[in-house]
């Protein structure tokens, strides 16, 4: 069984700065992609910033330049580092794993939710 756990997020003034953390937990062999998406109330998920293991990034486009992803493959980790908050910036955020092969499966994987606010 894999899990996907997230923690950092909380309430930030705007422009502030808040960095998410995700750890893939169970008996992985090997992911692919590991990113981030969020969804704001009453709006569809989309995408935050993905990385696939070689490094290569992707983001949308309402965060480039404020946003960083970053990834630690042989922990199975990711982070996203969100500066220069915006109040549009406010959704759940989801941590996303594709491909996540174990010995059995090749599976995507989606965490909990956590949520950031950013209020004033």
């Known amino acids: 069984q894999v899990q996907l756990v997230e923690s950092g997020g909380g309430l930030v003034q705007p422009g502030g700065s808040l960095r998410l953390s995700c750890v893939a937990s169970?008996?992985?062999?090997?992911?692919?992609?590991m990113g981030w998406y969020r969804q704001a109330l009453g709006k569809e998920r989309e995408l935050v910033a993905t990385m696939d293991s070689d490094g290569y990034t992707s983001y949308g486009d309402s965060v480039k330049g404020r946003f960083t992803i970053s990834r630690d493959n042989a922990k199975n980790t990711v982070h996203l580092q969100m500066n220069s908050l915006k109040a549009e910036d406010t959704a759940v955020y989801f941590c996303?794993?594709?491909?996540?092969?174990?010995?059995?499966?090749?599976?995507?994987?989606w965490g909990q939710g956590t949520q950031v606010t950013v209020s004033s």
């Open positions: 169970g008996s992985i062999l090997y992911i692919n992609v």
């Open positions: 996303n794993a594709d491909k996540v092969a174990t010995m059995r499966t090749l599976k995507n994987y």
